[in-house]
């Protein structure tokens, strides 16, 4: 026995002979409907794009239904379609910020490294930061404290100390969620997760979350060392499974953050938290000397959280900046690193340790790029989870915008507020069922926009520290926007023809 040809194979299972024309007929009966769908969606096009573009009553031209590229899809999750404008507005109010450490890191790096290796005026460079894209600097926060004789607020010798194991970081972070009346982590989460690197097999260390989508079933898997950041990542990682946890009995198209950035931010709002020299030493983790209200030590601690939170905004902001460009044809092939470092230059201020050619590609270093997922989710989370903390912290009295002296934002520790639990339960539990802006109103009292005021307001007392010790040290401050001229001519000038204009509007966000 054999089939005709494919088609006859493939209408094989369906066990009848008539099968063609029972589809057929099928067809019929829905086309009525198909036609007027087509027909509204055919006038609301010619609406927006113009009757010279979609005919009255021919067929619709396809592309005006798809993405125009593959950055307008990226994008098209946040719902606005302002959304390019609005993450380039929040990237100038953070700017300011990001400026005076940057100058200061540089000044630091100069009386390091010599004058001969960091200019005063001009991008720093990026091997010189600690971190292999130069998106995080507190590897080397010990070059750039401001006070030096203030005992460390690291809390590795202490777990060293205390012989802490993975599972009692985990149940200390799990703890903090509870103590806040959020759910503690399911049975299956603490049978099924690998929280140490397994001795007997390789497996991918980097840590993640998962959901298996049966509202049961959530996992964790990381190679936990006994470090600072370890302890952090366990707590943005349960801030994950919090939010899967949450949302657990929405429709599962539903089962989601409000946007990407939602979900990156969740753990750290509650890492911001922790991280606080106050709630180390609830937690035992740091002397009682370390708690005591010290303006010095604060500095201190502020410093090393902008190393990490604000060194990484410009980082963020441009990775898909330059994405967005090269999937537009905006950027050709001809000139990927080129354009690559001239953002690096221009927005970040740092410069490659040597010089590069086109026949480098610099950006194909950073995971996601080769990997193709999106990055503007961490610029987004970075600036939202300050507007949450704030948030919360109000709702904990923890934080009082009329006193910040008394009560400073960077200072706030939301650990056992049932007030503040509530409060971001009722955001989390919502997932992904209505628009982002109003699943934010429901915990920032109705700001409904991304807003970096919060973020600046946490670390103002070291902005006007670094101010006043720029000024007194004359440093420049126009260094980043400078581009050197750190690349070798591209070799072929001929292919950037080839590149595609923009299209002119993204009408699919
Ligand atoms: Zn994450």
Redesign the pocket.
């Known amino acids: 026995m054999d089939f005709s040809d494919m088609g006859a194979m493939w209408r094989y299972v369906y066990e009848t002979d008539t099968f063609e024309e029972e589809v057929a007929e099928l067809w019929e009966t829905v086309r009525p409907l198909y036609e007027q769908l087509h027909a509204y969606v055919r006038r609301k096009l010619r609406e927006k794009y113009g009757v010279d573009k979609v005919s009255a009553d021919g067929p619709i031209p396809a592309h005006l239904l798809d993405f125009s590229d593959m950055g307008a899809m990226w994008r098209y999750v946040y719902e606005t379609d302002t959304f390019e404008e609005e993450v380039a507005e929040l990237w100038e109010t953070v700017r300011p910020l990001y400026e005076q450490l940057h100058a200061y890191v540089r000044r630091k790096l100069r009386e390091k490294y010599g004058v001969d290796k960091v200019s005063a005026d001009g991008p720093i460079p990026a091997h010189l930061l600690g971190d292999m894209w130069a998106q995080d600097w507190s590897n080397v926060k010990d070059l750039f404290l401001p006070c030096k004789n203030k005992p460390s607020l690291d809390i590795a010798p202490a777990l060293r100390k205390q012989n802490y194991t993975a599972e009692r970081m985990f149940r200390v972070s799990e703890e903090f969620f509870t103590s806040m009346g959020l759910s503690p982590m399911p049975e299956k989460f603490w049978n099924l997760s690998i929280i140490e690197k397994p001795k007997d097999r390789a497996i991918i260390c980097h ?3 998962w959901d298996f989508c049966d509202s049961k079933d959530f996992r964790i898997k990381q190679c936990t060392d006994m470090t600072m950041e370890d302890f952090v990542t366990v707590h ?2 349960m ?2 499974v919090e939010y899967y946890i949450q949302y657990k009995d929405q429709h599962i198209a539903f089962r989601d953050g409000a946007n990407p950035g939602f ?2 931010a969740v ?2 709002v509650i890492s911001l938290s922790v991280v606080t020299p106050k709630h180390m030493v609830k937690i035992g983790l740091l002397p009682e000397s370390a708690g005591k209200k010290d303006s010095e030590v604060d500095l201190n601690y502020l410093m090393s959280q902008a190393l990490s939170k604000v060194a990484f905004l410009p980082f963020g902001y441009l990775i898909d900046v330059w994405r967005w460009n090269v999937f537009r044809g905006k950027i050709s092939s001809s000139h990927y690193n080129c354009e690559w470092w001239k953002l690096r230059s221009e927005v970040q201020g740092v410069q490659p340790p040597n010089i590069r050619s086109e026949e480098d590609f610099d950006p194909g270093a950073k995971y996601h790029i080769p990997a193709n997922v999106p990055y503007m989710s961490y610029f987004v ?1 970075f600036i939202i989870q300050f507007q949450f903390h704030r948030a919360l912290c109000t709702a904990a009295g923890e934080y009082d915008p009329k006193n910040p002296l008394a009560k400073p934002l960077h200072d706030c520790d939301i650990y056992r507020s049932k007030k503040a639990g509530n409060l971001f339960k009722e955001m989390l539990r919502l997932g992904s069922s209505k628009p982002w802006p109003d699943v934010m109103a429901v915990i920032t009292e109705g700001n409904r926009r991304m807003d970096a005021s919060a973020l600046r307001e946490y670390f103002q007392p070291l902005e006007n520290w670094l101010r006043k010790d720029n000024k007194k040290h004359g440093a420049a401050m126009e260094g980043i926007a400078r581009h050197k001229n750190l690349m070798r001519e591209p070799r072929d000038e001929v292919e950037k023809e080839t590149a595609r204009a923009p299209s002119s509007s993204s009408h699919s966000q």
């Open positions: 840590a993640s979350a943005h990682e801030g994950h979900h990156e753990g750290d989370s």
